[in-house]
């Protein structure tokens, strides 16, 4: 059905795409792009094994590497003016070579996967599955259907313009969403388990995601005018606004704060009394977008996105989760939130007019762009640290939790040398 819809969508894409390719090569790249994620899907099943064991790490190691491999080779491409083809193949290699990864890593692991299986007909999956498949359909919509909306009213160049915006902010979204949901079995034995303190172990995780999505979208927030402009050569039609800026910023910090909320919701079970919510934000987000790109632009479907997460979204899934799960009032949920808001605004905005101070240098050329961000970076973290760190209780005992883990781990090491000596 994959591969069979890849085929027929690349047949008629070309009809529909405003490209400086023939309809052989359109056609071709699509389905070259096609293949490796249709194939893919024929290699996944070992992964769910190795995940519902804890041993998701094993993988992550692996997958992050090679996408920010393909982060990089694909600016390289991008700024050396290579083919376009490139980038199809190094897209086609990161899928194809991850799933592959993974699958070698699961079978090693796990030897009698390759055993046939004497039960084939379990179908208890299925009671929940339409919920799940609702809550998928629902993201779906709320992040996939933008450039749709921009083809429609704004046309084919701008939405070339909005794809060159999104390129880094999705990639930089996928890795850090990536390292957030890294424990979600491990959540799930959690709830399991009556005598864990449920809601202690919560509030380290939502610190951890605070602390991640306050750097990643503060720096992100700062450099993105002055990277884009290098990146795309001073291209007048691809500057990035300081507002705009600030709303992809905006959206990253949500999509990651609020994974501790989902992974705690679905952990639970709750993802079937959130298919309401699930409806809501898919409308919300295309009549918002609808209606707003027809007065901003570009701007008015990032700002239809983040009013959807901070409203929709943010008004239902903490409410549930705390109410059911935690038992505790939700205010206190949304007083945490505020507060690292508060905390990523103001390091941003001191952040921002020191970029802007030294922007001579800055913009003084690549080399000069990539000092002041790796320093940029550095200056972000240390105070992002230091503030957590004093202001945090959950925070400092996530930082010994840590401790404790590569203390054991080094102690296991040091027990398995002594072994293999004897």
Not at 92 to 115: C, D, M, Q
Not at 235 to 248: E, I
Not at 305 to 334: A, E, G, Q
Request: one cysteine or more.
């Amino acid at each position: 059905m994959v591969l069979g819809a890849g085929l027929a969508v690349a047949l008629v894409f070309p009809f529909f795409a405003d490209s400086p390719l023939d309809y052989i090569q359109t056609a071709g790249m699509f389905l070259l792009l096609a293949i490796p994620y249709g194939l893919s899907y024929f290699l996944m099943g070992p992964n769910f094994v190795i995940i519902a064991d804890q041993k998701e790490y094993k993988v992550n190691i692996w997958i992050q590497t090679i996408a920010i491999v393909r982060m990089f080779l694909m600016i390289l491409v991008i700024v050396a003016k290579m083919p376009f083809i490139w980038i199809i193949l190094i897209e086609g290699v990161n899928v194809f070579g991850s799933n592959v990864v993974a699958r070698h890593i699961a079978l090693k692991t796990y030897p009698w996967l390759k055993e046939q299986p004497k039960v084939t007909d379990d179908v208890s999956f299925q009671k929940n599955a339409k919920y799940a498949v609702i809550q998928r359909l629902s993201t779906l919509a709320t992040t996939n259907t933008d450039n749709i909306v921009i083809t429609l009213f704004m046309g084919y160049t701008m939405t070339s313009v909005y794809g060159n915006y999104s390129y880094l902010t999705d990639a930089v979204t996928k890795i850090i969403q990536s390292t957030i949901t890294a424990p979600m079995n491990s959540f799930g034995n959690l709830f399991n388990d009556p005598t864990a303190d449920k809601y202690e172990v919560f509030t380290e995780f939502f610190n951890f995601a605070c602390y991640i999505a306050s750097i990643i979208s503060v720096c992100l927030f700062i450099v993105m005018p002055q990277f884009v402009d290098i990146w795309l050569e001073h291209n007048a039609l691809y500057q990035v606004p300081v507002a705009m800026a600030l709303l992809f910023a905006l959206n990253v910090f949500y999509l990651t704060i609020r994974e501790p909320v989902i992974i705690s919701r679905d952990a639970n079970g709750l993802y079937v009394d959130a298919k309401n919510n699930a409806y809501l934000m898919a409308v919300s987000k295309i009549v918002l977008s609808v209606i707003l790109v027809q007065k901003m632009g570009i701007m008015g479907v990032l700002a239809a996105t983040m009013l959807t997460n901070w409203t929709v979204d943010f008004l239902y899934n903490p409410r549930l989760v705390y109410k059911r799960v935690f038992k505790v009032p939700p205010i206190r949920y949304y007083m945490m939130v505020f507060s690292r808001l508060g905390i990523a605004a103001v390091v941003g905005f001191f952040g921002y007019l020191g970029w802007n101070h030294f922007i001579t240098y800055v913009s003084g050329g690549f080399i000069h762009f990539v000092i002041g961000c790796l320093i940029l970076g550095i200056c972000v973290m240390a105070v992002v640290t230091l503030i957590y760190a004093l202001s945090y209780r959950s925070f400092r005992n996530l930082a010994v939790r840590l401790q404790r883990v590569l203390q054991r781990r080094r102690a296991n090491k040091e027990s398995m040398k002594e072994e293999g000596n004897r």
